[in-house]
């Protein structure tokens, strides 16, 4: 059967690469390790862009190893994403975050890292 009204849709201006068809391995922008998957971090996150009328498919995005979105969504707020962190620049700079990338390069790619923030 053929439900064309449920199937998602690929938005033809997306700038996020096709993965499907890639042989080599992805980079994260923030650890730069050599992963199998990249997920895409919004650099302002999608509710603070939707208050300020910003739809999501215009934020900025980065390319991140799961690992990093993990650790920067359970460590940093919304708020602190969206006005002290919202760039890849910023997140660099951050002693937090520095600490947690040269923690997790040390773990292998294939591992699945579970990355905890605040408790």
């Known amino acids: ?40 971090h919004h650099l302002i996150p999608i509710l603070a862009g939707k208050r300020k009328g910003i739809k999501p498919q215009d934020l900025p995005t980065v390319g991140l190893c799961p690992a990093c979105q993990q650790y920067l969504h359970s460590t940093f707020s919304i708020n602190e994403l969206a006005t002290s962190l919202n760039t890849l620049e910023a997140l660099q ?11 997790v390069r040390k773990q292998p790619a294939t591992k699945g890292v579970k990355a905890k923030g605040r408790e």
């Open 93 to 103: 700079a951050d002693e937090q975050v520095q600490k947690f990338v040269k923690w």
């Open 1 to 40: 059967m053929h439900y064309p009204s449920c199937m998602a849709r690929r938005n033809s201006q997306s700038t996020w690469p096709d993965t499907s068809t890639q042989t080599q391995p992805l980079t994260c922008a923030l650890c730069e390790r050599e992963v199998p998957e990249l997920v895409q």
